[in-house]
C-alpha cells in the first residue's frame, strides 16, 4: 500500500509532479464528535495532516491559531445559523479553500454554503471518494498546492524553498522559512507564538524558551532590512503578522470577536 504521502503527491500534483514534502493540514469541523473522528480518519488515510477544530461555543478566535491549508465544515446544527456560520469561517480562512459538507443530499444545503462564502460543498455521507476528490482539487488550484505563497512583494515557493521580495532573492534556513510559509498563508492577521511553535517545531506546550522570538528577529533583519517598509510585525497580545502592503503594516486586522453568534456567557 503506498505511503499517505505519496498519496496525496499522486491525488494533489496530477501527474507525474510532487509538491512540498509535508502534506497539507486539513481543518474539519463537525458538530457530531463521532462523525469529526470518521471524516479525519478517511481524510489521514488519503495522505493529508488532520486537525480537528473545536466547537466554537466561545466564538471562532481559537480558530484563528490553526496553520491550516483547507478547512472542512459541517454548519447545519440546529444551535447555529448556517448561513451566518460559513460567512464568519469564510473570514477565518482567508484566501485558503472553504469546502462545506452536509450529512445528507440536499440542493438547498449546498447553494447556503455556496452563496456563503465556500468554494464547494458537498453532502459525504455516500460520497466519501469525491469528498476526497474535490477536497485534492480546491487545493490543486489553490496557491499552497501548486507550490506559491505571496503577499505584497514577497514570493516563497514551497517546493524549491526560495523565497523573493521585490525581487531580491533571500537565502533561508529550515525553520525560518517555516515560520514565513506559515505567516504568509494568513497574511494581514496576527498567528499566536503558540500556534507557531506547533506548526513549526510540532511543539504544543510552551517549552518556557524563545526560540520563536529569536528566530522572528533573524528572519525579521532578512526580509525587512534594506526594504522601504516592514512586512512583519509583532501585534501585542495576539503575536505575529506578515503585512501585505505599507498600511497594513502600521494597522494590522484583529478580527471581531463572534462569541456572541454562538451564544456563548
Same mark, same amino acid.
Given at each position: 500500500?503506498?505511503?499517505?504521502?505519496?498519496?496525496?503527491?499522486?491525488?494533489?500534483?496530477?501527474?507525474?509532479?510532487?509538491?512540498?514534502?509535508?502534506?497539507?493540514?486539513?481543518?474539519?469541523?463537525?458538530?457530531?464528535?463521532?462523525?469529526?473522528?470518521?471524516?479525519?480518519?478517511?481524510?489521514?488515510?488519503?495522505?493529508?495532516?488532520?486537525?480537528?477544530?473545536?466547537?466554537?461555543?466561545?466564538?471562532?478566535?481559537?480558530?484563528?491559531?490553526?496553520?491550516?491549508?483547507?478547512?472542512?465544515?459541517?454548519?447545519?446544527?440546529?444551535?447555529?445559523?448556517?448561513?451566518?456560520?460559513? *460567512?464568519?469561517?469564510?473570514?477565518?480562512?482567508?484566501?485558503?479553500?472553504?469546502?462545506?459538507?452536509?450529512?445528507?443530499?440536499?440542493?438547498?444545503?449546498?447553494?447556503?454554503?455556496?452563496?456563503?462564502?465556500?468554494?464547494?460543498?458537498?453532502?459525504?455521507?455516500?460520497?466519501?471518494?469525491?469528498?476526497?476528490?474535490?477536497?485534492?482539487?480546491?487545493?490543486?488550484?489553490?496557491?499552497?498546492?501548486?507550490?506559491?505563497?505571496?503577499?505584497?512583494?514577497?514570493?516563497?515557493?514551497?517546493?524549491?524553498?526560495?523565497?523573493?521580495?521585490?525581487?531580491? +532573492?533571500?537565502?533561508?534556513?529550515?525553520?525560518?522559512?517555516?515560520?514565513?510559509?506559515?505567516?504568509?498563508?494568513? +497574511?494581514?492577521? +496576527?498567528?499566536?507564538?503558540?500556534?507557531?511553535?506547533?506548526?513549526?517545531? *510540532?511543539?504544543?506546550?510552551?517549552?518556557?524558551?524563545?526560540?520563536?522570538?529569536?528566530?522572528?528577529?533573524?528572519?525579521?533583519?532578512?526580509?525587512?532590512?534594506?526594504?522601504?517598509?516592514?512586512?512583519?510585525?509583532?501585534?501585542?497580545?495576539?503575536?505575529?503578522?506578515?503585512?501585505?502592503? +505599507?498600511?497594513?503594516?502600521?494597522?494590522?486586522?484583529?478580527?471581531?470577536?463572534?462569541?456572541?453568534?454562538?451564544?456563548?456567557?
Amino acid at each position: 500500500m503506498r505511503s499517505g504521502r505519496r498519496v496525496w503527491n499522486a491525488i494533489a500534483a496530477g501527474e507525474g509532479g510532487t509538491i512540498d514534502e509535508n502534506p497539507p493540514l486539513v481543518a474539519i469541523y463537525h458538530g457530531v464528535r463521532d462523525r469529526a473522528e470518521q471524516l479525519g480518519r478517511a481524510v489521514a488515510a488519503a495522505g493529508y495532516g488532520v486537525h480537528l477544530l473545536s466547537p466554537p461555543i466561545g466564538g471562532l478566535r481559537p480558530w484563528l491559531d490553526c496553520c491550516f491549508d483547507l478547512v472542512v465544515i459541517n454548519p447545519f446544527l440546529e444551535w447555529q445559523d448556517p448561513v451566518e456560520f460559513v *460567512r464568519l469561517v469564510r473570514t477565518v480562512a482567508a484566501r485558503r479553500p472553504l469546502l462545506v459538507l452536509s450529512d445528507r443530499e440536499s440542493f438547498d444545503e449546498r447553494m447556503i454554503a455556496l452563496n456563503g462564502g465556500a468554494d464547494d460543498a458537498i453532502g459525504w455521507t455516500r460520497n466519501l471518494p469525491e469528498l476526497l476528490a474535490r477536497m485534492a482539487g480546491l487545493l490543486r488550484r489553490s496557491r499552497i498546492a501548486a507550490g506559491q505563497l505571496g503577499a505584497g512583494d514577497l514570493r516563497i515557493d514551497l517546493i524549491d524553498r526560495r523565497v523573493e521580495r521585490a525581487g531580491r +532573492p533571500i537565502r533561508l534556513p529550515l525553520r525560518e522559512f517555516d515560520l514565513l510559509a506559515n505567516l504568509a498563508r494568513v +497574511p494581514d492577521r +496576527p498567528i499566536s507564538r503558540a500556534a507557531l511553535l506547533k506548526a513549526v517545531w *510540532r511543539i504544543d506546550f510552551d517549552p518556557g524558551t524563545n526560540r520563536v522570538e529569536v528566530h522572528m528577529s533573524r528572519l525579521r533583519a532578512k526580509i525587512d532590512r534594506g526594504f522601504a517598509w516592514p512586512m512583519l510585525r509583532t501585534v501585542k497580545g495576539q503575536g505575529y503578522t506578515l503585512c501585505s502592503r +505599507p498600511d497594513e503594516a502600521a494597522y494590522p486586522h484583529a478580527l471581531p470577536d463572534f462569541a456572541p453568534l454562538f451564544g456563548a456567557s
